[in-house]
């Protein structure tokens, strides 16, 4: 075989053509499939086996002479020989000129058939980029970016849709323009949310969490129509499981909003705001408890937990003298003859919820709850009582030693007043696998009278993190810091103590070379802090730091043959070189002064964060689209208070 084509002379084999940049034949990678301009004009309605194939309205370039099977199982014959060289020549600067083109153009848009693991990955870090304390942007953009990127395909579509509705937070108030444009006082975007929920009810499936304005306490008939707005939202969303920020007062009248979220059989937490009631009130002056609450009143607050199957987190709190009867909490009557409380019959809404976990009872009388109801309370993971006159060290003592008490991981006592401080310590044996443990009370537990003290006299193997606040000095911190000195907190990592009066809780953790925040600097001379603030608590400990530096620890003397040639003087420091605890004295709630998570935290609608009060949407004021694309309404940046932060 010739080595080289003459011109005009065609190719000996099928599928080889002319290298001129090698000066030989080199193989040509066919295609596939047949293209249109390989098939004859001829056979434009020609059929195989039946079937009819489309050709193309322009006569081919060239044709073949070789018989190849088609993907039908019949043989069919298509010429591919060139008429001459300068035919095949500009065939292949065409596919040259076109391969050119195709370089110079621009790439090709992104894959749309990503797996869903990589959507995800992407929208969890633009919700981390968004979110952070440091980051200028607020919900309203994230919002904002969510629904461009919903935009850009339908691989996005699909991913973001679900991201967009299972979690709503609409914060601040309504622009001016929105409440113009519709000619409503207020709610505009509630109920344009609430049409879009309605229309499109497989929206309203992916719900999981809703955040609706906080609302004001000097506008009523306004705070009634969200509430109502709130409500018909709330029954739009069958798969709701928490409504945050948003939390009406209940009063033992009917509301929409609470009946609303009585249906709602997927809700996993709830705070319970009881509210004083006119007519419990009155009767309250004539009679004494128990029996201040009707039996309507009783029924309907009991029947708004039936469906509540999978809550795990139940608060409630009383801030304006509201009433519960004791009955209402347990049935403590039943309770003490069934094995199992939880399949109990009677009033006690706590035994009726199959799923709790998390119980807070706060700021209720001893009429209401007492060390009997303390007794009879269900198996928990964590419990928070806080302002409760009815509880004493005798019930809570009582308490560790009953089997439901044996599954607590975590116990927060509040202002309960604890005397003695045996209390805490038989808390502490009995509860075998409590982890944390919080203590905030005003007066310091001492040791009884006669009682004989052998350390450790507070003792825990597992708890791992301690919360001691006491700010009336006393033997408490003593007695705590001897207890960590002998090894009785062998488990033991984190340690708060906002109210550490001489530091001797600080010298027992690891130490530390920085204690105070920057925001804390122009603070520390300043004598009208309240003695249970973390900047006080701060600035105390970062100046028991700095008087450390001014004196040597210890000191290394390099010598020779009796001479010192050189000396080092290491400065002191505060603290327990290879201790395992570390000494915390940051808050539950970011930029909050209190060490411990509250109601005003939590009702109160922290929405603004280390002076950043409030988002334009200024942190994307590059954009080429200028002002009008990038600007949004004054809104607040909102960061959530979990309710698991209670506890």
């Given at each position: 075989m010739k080595d080289r084509l003459e011109p005009g002379e065609a190719p000996s084999k099928l599928g080889q053509i002319w290298d001129p940049t090698i000066g030989?034949?080199?193989?040509?990678?066919?295609?596939?499939?047949?293209?249109?301009?390989?098939?004859?004009?001829?056979?434009?309605?020609?059929?195989?086996?039946?079937?009819?194939?489309?050709?193309?309205?322009?006569?081919?370039?060239?044709?073949?002479?070789?018989?190849?099977?088609t993907s039908f199982g019949t043989n069919r014959t298509v010429s591919s020989t060139p008429t001459s060289w300068d035919s095949l020549g500009s065939q292949n600067s065409t596919y040259s000129g076109q391969m050119r083109a195709r370089s110079k153009a621009p790439s090709r848009a992104m894959p749309q058939n990503w797996p869903p693991e990589i959507y995800e990955c992407i929208l969890q870090q633009l919700k981390a980029f968004h979110e952070d304390p440091?980051?200028?942007?607020?919900?309203?953009?994230?919002?904002?970016?969510?629904?461009?990127?919903?935009?850009?395909?339908r691989g996005w579509d699909k991913a973001v849709v679900k991201r967009l509705y299972d979690r709503i937070h609409i914060v601040g108030h309504d622009s001016k323009e929105n409440v113009k444009k519709y000619k409503m006082k207020a709610g505009v975007r509630l109920k344009?949310?609430?049409?879009?929920?309605?229309e499109r009810t497989f929206l309203a499936q992916y719900v999981r969490e809703l955040k609706a304005p906080r609302v004001q306490p000097d506008c009523h008939s306004i705070g009634k129509d969200m509430i109502n707005i709130v409500a018909s939202i709330v029954m739009a969303c069958p798969n709701l499981e928490r409504l945050v920020g948003f939390y009406a007062i209940y009063g033992h009248e009917f509301d929409r909003l609470t009946h609303a979220l009585s249906t709602r059989r997927k809700l996993k937490e709830y705070l319970w705001l009881i509210g004083e009631n006119a007519a419990i009130t009155q009767r309250s002056h004539r009679q004494l408890a128990p029996g201040l609450m009707d039996p309507e009143q009783k029924a309907s607050f009991v029947n708004y937990h039936t469906a509540w199957s999978a809550l795990t987190t139940l608060i409630l709190h009383s801030p304006n003298q509201g009433i519960l009867e004791k009955d209402i909490f347990v049935n403590a009557k039943t309770a003490s003859q069934s094995q199992d409380p939880r399949k109990l019959r009677g009033p006690g809404i706590l035994h009726r919820l199959p799923s709790l976990k998390h119980l807070c009872i706060s700021s209720f009388d001893m009429d209401d709850f007492d060390d009997f109801i303390l007794q009879h309370l269900p198996a928990l993971e964590s419990l928070r009582l806080q302002?409760?006159?009815?509880?004493?060290?005798?019930?809570?003592?009582?308490?560790?030693?009953?089997?439901?008490?044996?599954?607590?991981?975590?116990?927060?006592?509040?202002?309960?007043?604890?005397?003695?401080?045996?209390?805490?310590?038989?808390?502490?044996?009995?509860?075998?696998?409590?982890?944390?443990?919080?203590?905030?009370?005003?007066?310091?537990?001492?040791?009884?009278?006669?009682?004989?003290?052998?350390?450790p006299i507070i003792a825990s193997n597992q708890l791992e993190y301690l919360h001691w606040e006491i700010p009336v000095p006393g033997t408490?911190?003593?007695?705590?810091?001897?207890?960590?000195?002998?090894?009785?907190?062998?488990?033991?990592?984190?340690?708060?103590?906002?109210?550490?009066?001489?530091?001797?809780?600080?010298?027992?953790?690891?130490?530390?070379?920085?204690c105070e925040l920057p925001s804390d600097w122009s603070s520390r001379f300043l004598n009208d802090l309240p003695p249970n603030s973390l900047r006080a608590a701060r600035g105390a400990a970062q100046e028991r730091i700095e008087q450390a530096w001014t004196k040597v620890q210890f000191r290394v003397i390099v010598?020779?043959?009796?001479?010192?040639?050189?000396i080092f003087d290491f400065q002191g420091f505060i603290g327990t070189i290879g201790s395992k605890v570390s000494y915390s004295l940051e808050p539950d709630v970011l930029g909050s002064d209190k060490a411990l998570v509250d109601f005003e935290d939590l009702v109160g609608g922290r929405e603004d964060v280390g002076g950043k009060n409030f988002c334009r949407g200024g942190w994307n004021a590059n954009h080429s689209g200028g002002n009008k694309w990038w600007q949004h309404a004054q809104r607040p940046r909102y960061r959530p208070v979990e309710l698991a932060k209670f506890f």
């Open positions: 030989a034949f080199r193989a040509q990678r066919l295609p596939l499939a047949l293209s249109k301009s390989s098939v004859p004009a001829n056979t434009m309605n020609s059929t195989t086996n039946g079937q009819q194939f489309p050709g193309p309205s322009t006569s081919p370039s060239y044709v073949s002479t070789a018989s190849s099977p440091r980051s200028q942007s607020c919900q309203t953009c994230y919002m904002r970016d969510l629904c461009s990127l919903s935009l850009t395909s344009l949310l609430r049409r879009t929920l309605r302002d409760l006159e009815g509880v004493t060290f005798w019930g809570l003592s009582e308490y560790s030693r009953t089997r439901n008490a044996f599954s607590l991981r975590s116990l927060a006592l509040v202002n309960v007043d604890i005397t003695y401080i045996s209390a805490i310590s038989n808390l502490l044996l009995h509860l075998k696998n409590l982890k944390r443990f919080t203590l905030v009370q005003d007066t310091s537990p001492e040791v009884a009278e006669g009682e004989i003290v052998i350390h408490a911190n003593p007695n705590l810091a001897a207890s960590i000195r002998a090894k009785g907190f062998p488990r033991l990592r984190t340690l708060r103590a906002p109210c550490d009066h001489d530091g001797i809780l600080q010298a027992l953790c690891k130490p530390r070379a920085q010598e020779e043959d009796g001479t010192a040639h050189e």
